[in-house]
Structures are given as C-alpha cells and as structure tokens.
DNA sequence: CACTTTCAATAACATACGTTATGAGTCGAT
DNA sequence: ATCGACTCATAACGTATGTTATTGAAAGTG
C-alpha cells in the first residue's frame, strides 16, 4: 500500500494528471521505513511538529488526553494513510499519535512536503484532497457525537472502517481483524467502555455484528449501512472530472 | 477584514514570504463581491461544488440535516473565513451552508483556486494552513462533544467565539454580538435548546456568562479559560518559523 | 395598533448513558 | 501449571440530558 494506490492519486493518475515525475516525487515520501512496535507512540502532544508518516502496515491512532482524565481518540489511521497532516502549519502538536499494533511507518519531513509544492501543483493538490477526506471523516464522526445514540454511533463506526479496509482488500467474507479494545473504542465514540459492551451486545442480538476478540464479522453490511444511512462518497469517491481537467491544463501550461 | 490580513497570512507576509504579485493573487479571490440576507442557504448538501467564498461581513455556519430529524452545526464562519474549502476535492458538497444574518460574500472558482496553487507554492502552503486550522477548530469540538458536559462545551464555544471575534477587532468592554439563538447553539453542541436555556443560567449564576438577547458579556474571560483549559494556539499562533523558512528559500530557489 | 411568530425560562417527567462492582475468559510471564 | 494483568459481559444504581408543556417577552407583519 503506497500512496501512488490511493484513491486520490490512483485518480490523479487515472486522467493522466501524474507525470512520472510526479510519481518519483510522490513515492519518496515513502523511501525511508521504520518497523514499530504495538503502543508505540510515534509523538506526543506538545511535541514539536517536525515530520509526518506514511503507515505501511498495522493501525495507528490519534489523540488527546483530557483534563478529566479521559482520552479522546480522533482517528483510526490504516495502512496507506498519511499521519500528521493535522499538525501542519502549526509549531507544536496538536494530537499525540500511537501504535495500536505493530507495523511499519515512513516518515518524511517538513522541507519533503514543501518541495513536493513547489515542483508539483498537482501533488500539493492531490495531497490537499488526500488531507480534506481525513476532514471529512472527522466530520462525520463529530455529527454521530452531537446528534446520534450509542448503537448508531458504533454502528456507523464498524462500517466504515469495513469500507476502509474493504478499499485496502483487508476484508474478507464480511470480516476483518480489529485490533481495538472496547476501552479504546469508547475513546473514540465518546461512551464508556462498560456502554461498548452494552452496544456490541445489543448488535448482536440484532444479527449485526459478530465478534470474536479481535475479529469482527458484519453479516449484512448492507442492513448497518442502512441502519446509519451511511454516505460513502467521502471514502469511495474518487477527484470530480472538473478537479482532473484543471490540472492536466496546468500542468500543460 | 480580507485574506490578507489573516494570521496565517500575516504571518506569511511579515516574513517576507509573500511577493507583491502573491499578495495581488490572493487579493483577486475577493473581487466578486455579494450582498446575502439573513437566512439565506449558500449552497445545500449535496449541491455541486463550483465555488468557495470569503465572508466580509456577518456570520455564516455550514450544517448537516440528519435522517432522524436533527441539525448537527459544523462550524460558524466568521468575516475573514474561507467557506467551502472542506467540499475541495469533492464533486457534491458535503455540508450545507447558510448565512446567521446579513453580510456580504466574496465567490471564488475551482479554476481560481488552481490557478493560485499553480502560481504560487507559498500561498498555496498558506491555503492549506489555514484550512488545518479551521479544521483544528473542529476537531476541539469533537473532542468537546465526547468527553465534556454541558456546561463545558457552552463556556467552550463562548470563548471561542470570544477569541476569534477579538481577532477581528470585534470585542468591546468583553462583550459581542452573537446572532445565534439557543437553538442553533444547541445544534452546534449536540445539546437541545432547552438544556443550553438551563446551562446559560447555570453560567449566568456563577457569574461567568452575561446574556441580553444577541448581546453576550463575559465578565472575566480569564475565568471562563480556566474552566475549559483553553488552548488557544489553534488560533492565535502563527506559523512556525521553520514553515516561512522553507517557503522563503522556495521562492528564492 | 392588533396579531402572529419566534425566542427564552422554567418545571415535571422519562431515559440513555456513566459509574461501580463482580465474575469469567484469555494471554503472557515465570 | 500458576499467577497476575487485561479484557469483556452483565447487573444495580445514579445522573445528566432529552422531551413535552406552559408562560411571558420580544420581534416581526399587516
């Protein structure tokens, strides 16, 4: 899973938007691979914004650590995913970032990005879009928050990280690996582990979900998309024709 | 109140990052200017995506109508915003947007967009930054709306509020105009309308929160910071000095 | 000026979720 | 095999917040 495999840029590249070039420029982010292991923390909040990182393998994380003493998870980052962006423009960190298994990163620095911008407008575009769908996710996950029930909330989560890692073939019959305890899930909806519990039970008996520690398995993924009315386009969706086409004229200009 | 005169531009341009022909370039977004009533949509969900605005004068907020009947508020767009930015990248947009009161609005094109990113890396590194930062503003609602109660999002929301209308020279004797009635707060906060009633008492008798109708006083900002933990480098800081050195040596290079 | 509509405050009641506690699996370390 | 540390399921109980309703004040409309 490297970044050329993207939707973003598998459609930048699909309309001929990429020159080889661009390519080159766009797969060095990801010469430099770092194994980590589970729980590790890749930086803290506060911490100094100096690099950013491609996940190449394992699940990673983002989040802040209340006053209160609880933890808010802001994103699940899967394999092929750019963590950091976030930070940008900014001295210190945001949001701290943590291994939740094992895996593999690359790391890339400010001054990469920057000259990426420079030689190439239509990477620094495709990486704008790449960095707005993150967006969008947060987005979504922030409306489940303010204005949905637990189940919904959990539901709507599983799915879409189905969709997600369907995109990164790591489905299969319905089923993935998930590496996230039902604490860390709370962290992430805004319940109580013990409300998780609660929730996971309650999909169950409903023929939703089936779990078994770290597998899960929706039997009907149609029937919990409908239950949240979930709108893929902010995961499927490739560039808008209109975003392609001004970009191949720039790039011919 | 214009592109130009904000943090991250400012930051930008006082670092001599910014040529005359950029400033010129970025001044262009705002030529096209629109008189809007109060009330009125922008654009709706799932509209096209042609255009992005900058707000000169009044409030905006872009919104999510939700299947089960609820509002869920995004984000209040104040005069210097850019609106939009989140749909970049995308053919229908992902939220709806509409005005809180009068104002005027500056329109811009995909293809004016591009064509910045084409001619400049340094304003197209400045539009990213200041699109993370709005974004850093909703991702501290997010966690507000997971692991705070009422009466921390409010004093929250207030503050903000309060810090980005001082920014814009639009604080007085800490007070400020705010157009927003419970309703809409509550839609912002994932509350009902009547628990923001209970919590603005709940506010006013600690002596924290003074509200007349549109018209808000916060007797002691400070007091009401400490009791959010505000953090208030998402929008104060400028950029990191590492970011305008790297943008200088760009244009040089 | 009447008339309606919107907005806000407050009360009474309902409930989803948090908290605390307990016991049963599972896993890794020794 | 034994132990401790996690993780999970479930129950009992408390509470923050939602819902519905009532009233009054303010603002818009003819």
């Keep these: 899973m490297t970044l050329l495999d993207t939707v973003v840029m598998q459609g930048l590249d699909s309309h001929g938007v990429l ?3 661009d390519k080159t420029l766009l797969l060095s982010l ?23 990182c491609v996940v190449k ?10 006053g209160n003493g609880s933890m808010q998870i802001l994103k699940i980052y899967l394999p092929g995913d750019i963590i ?29 990005l920057f000259e990426l911008f420079a ?3 239509s990477l620094a575009a495709g990486i704008i879009a790449t960095t707005v769908r993150q967006q969008a996710m947060l987005t979504e996950r922030l409306v489940y928050l ?6 919904e909330r959990l539901a709507h989560f599983l799915y879409e990280l189905y969709l997600r890692l369907k995109r990164i073939n790591a489905v299969e019959e319905n089923g993935f690996f998930m590496p996230l305890s039902q ?12 409300h998780v519990s609660r929730t996971f ?9 089936e779990r078994d520690r770290q597998h899960v398995v929706l039997p009907d993924p149609q029937a919990l998309a409908r239950l949240v009315e979930f709108n893929d386009t902010y995961i499927d969706e490739s560039l808008p024709p209109a975003f392609q086409n001004f970009l191949s004229l720039n790039r011919i200009a």
Excluded at 34 to 45: C, D, I
Excluded at 95 to 112: H, L
Excluded at 183 to 194: F, N, P, R, T, W
């Design 119 to 121: 030689r190439s407008s």
């Design 201 to 209: 039970s309650m999909l169950r008996d409903e023929g939703l979900v």
């Design 146 to 151: 303010g204005r949905y029930a637990a189940h």
């Design 30 to 52: 990801e010469l430099n691979a770092r194994r980590v292991t589970a729980g590790e923390v890749l930086w803290q909040e506060v911490a100094d914004v100096d690099l950013f």
């Design 183 to 194: 604490e860390q899930i709370g962290d992430a909806l805004g319940l109580s582990a013990v």
């Design 84 to 112: 950091g962006m976030r930070d940008f423009g900014f001295s210190r960190r945001l949001a701290g970032v943590a291994m939740i298994n094992e895996g593999v990163i690359c790391p890339f620095s400010y001054q990469q």
């Design 57 to 66: 393998e394992g699940w990673a994380y983002s989040y802040r650590n209340l």
């Design 19 to 21: 020159t080889a070039d």
